[in-house]
RNA sequence: GGAUGAAUAGCUCAAUGGUAGAGCUGCGGCUUGUUAAGCCGAUGGUUGUAGGUUCGAGCCCUUCUUCAUCCGCCA
């Protein structure tokens, strides 16, 4: 009987009318003893049920509480009301599930995200949850179109992993050993991994980026789409302790193919979330702009979050060097008026999110991408460029947020890598696999890393 | 990990050191084409925790806990 369901979605999209349909879904308000709001999260928009009053009994009719599950069999009309197209005119009525209204922590009204948090595992069921996690979807899904259609192989790098040497962030231990003091100890103290599951240290992963490297070096085109995890005690909106992160590897490519992948890749993701949840992300802007309206003037964000789309995917994204845009930085009356937190002196530093924003929100007015960073302040796999102070990174910087996307041209130089691993003290013993590319057939290739994460906060 | 701030009814918030209130939800009733329905009514509290100051503490001081914002780390 269940399979006869039809889904609000397809009915609002619907211009059909006139025809009988069965519907499922929660309850989100009761009005007038007469109107039922119902919702089986297929859209963010809720079908209204019309009960012809004295069709159902009080018992049934105290059962429709908001929250509860039923089951609706009727005859979508057009609506005699104002506020819908369409409605369902009930012929019958069931309760599938019940939901103590007295208990029941949602109520038909707006609740803050503070105490969504606290009823964490009934928070899918409101609309702001409901409409993220749609879009969130849709962008899942939009990555795995965007590289399939362009011939990438999809990899699963390992989550379990005895990789520690990317030097990415903290690290979560795996193991089974016990952890009551009676685990086996080497003769210095330390903990005897041999014993353990898979008979030496393991952590979650913190990036498959050097695992997807290998598999580029056979297929050319890949990319990873998967869980990471941090154990970092990190404490602002773009960090967690376990995100999804997307890092294509490609062979063949410098910094230039680099970037033009990754402005590519982001319009396509968003336009495709833009195309197909266009009613979440308006249900969304909309709840963020009575949030900002409640901050101080000065606090509030220049744009809503469909202007910030807009920006990301209408404009030709400014590309240039990290030496270029310290300059601006520097020179920038922001900076003689000392209004940044941290002042730009010279080169050398990294940049702080303060100075992302100010490139691209007040000097540019458009996307950023940053290329060719100090060595220093960059990972070791990098590409080093001629001048012997550069590397070949990337990084995109979007509004409101600072960087979105990292990347870089691999160091493919096999001398030169060792060299530079040597300097930042990371033990080529423990990558002797990744060196290994470098000898056989190397070539020149960039990767990318961004968090999905990220985009569900912009 | 650092700085700042916050914690009062189920939710969102009030309350000069002097009797803890309102709106909403839920509950009871009325109404019946409503749009977070409307009207009436009764409920609802050890003011996060543990101490201290005071004749008297939601308010002042100290401890702890949790949360938020910013910074750091990073994606």
């Not at 928070?123 to 979807?137: L, P």
């Amino acid at each position: 009987m269940f399979n006869k369901r039809t889904k609000i979605k397809e009915l609002l999209a619907s211009e059909k009318r006139n025809y009988e349909v069965t519907i499922m879904g929660w309850v989100r308000t009761f009005r007038n003893n007469q109107f039922i709001a119902i919702n089986d999260g297929s859209t963010n928009n809720n079908l209204q049920i019309v009960t012809a009053l004295g069709m159902l009994d009080d018992a049934t009719l105290k059962r429709i509480t908001t929250g509860a599950c039923i089951k609706a069999v009727g005859d979508i009309i057009p609506s005699l009301g104002k506020g819908q197209k369409v409605e369902l005119k009930a012929t019958s009525i069931e309760i599938l599930g019940d939901s103590d209204a007295e208990k029941f922590p949602l109520q038909p009204k707006k609740h803050s995200l503070e105490f969504l948090r606290e009823i964490a595992h009934l928070r899918f069921k409101t609309n702001t949850f409901g409409a993220i996690f749609r879009v969130r979807h849709s962008l899942a899904f939009a990555v795995h179109k965007f590289f399939n259609d362009k011939g990438f192989v999809y990899l699963h790098t390992p989550i379990i992993t005895a990789s520690d040497a990317e030097g990415a962030g903290e690290m979560f231990k795996v193991t089974t050993l016990p952890l009551d003091g009676t685990a086996p100890k080497n003769d210095d103290g330390s903990i005897n991994f041999k014993d353990d599951f898979f008979g030496r240290s393991t952590n979650l992963t913190v990036s498959g980026q050097l695992e997807g490297e290998l598999a580029a070096m056979a297929f050319s085109d890949i990319y990873t789409f998967g869980p990471t995890f941090r154990a970092e005690n990190s404490n602002t909106t773009r960090h967690l302790a376990e995100f999804w992160m997307i890092e294509p590897e490609v062979a063949f490519n410098d910094l230039e193919d680099n970037m033009n992948l990754a402005e590519e890749f982001i319009k396509y993701i968003i336009r495709y979330a833009m195309e197909n949840n266009k009613e979440d992300l308006d249900f969304l802007a909309q709840r963020l702009e009575e949030e900002e309206k409640l901050k101080p003037q000065n606090d509030r964000s220049e744009m809503g979050l469909m202007e910030k789309l807009d920006f990301v995917v209408n404009n030709d994204f400014e590309r240039l060097t990290y030496t270029e845009a310290i300059e601006i930085l520097k020179e920038s009356n922001h900076n003689k008026k000392k209004k940044f937190q941290y002042l730009i002196e010279g080169w050398g530093v990294d940049l702080q999110s303060e100075h992302e924003r100010y490139l691209v929100e007040k000097h540019f007015k458009k996307p950023v991408i940053l290329t060719d960073y100090p060595a220093a302040i960059k990972a070791f796999y990098m590409r080093q460029n001629d001048d012997g102070k550069t590397v070949a990174a990337m990084d995109i910087l979007a509004p409101g947020i600072g960087e979105i996307v990292g990347g870089s041209q691999r160091e493919e130089r096999l001398d030169k890598l060792l060299k530079r691993m040597e300097e930042m003290h990371i033990p080529a013993e423990e990558l002797h696999w990744y060196l290994d590319t470098r000898k056989f057939g190397s070539c020149p290739m960039q990767v990318l890393a961004l968090a999905l994460s990220d985009w569900c906060n912009l």
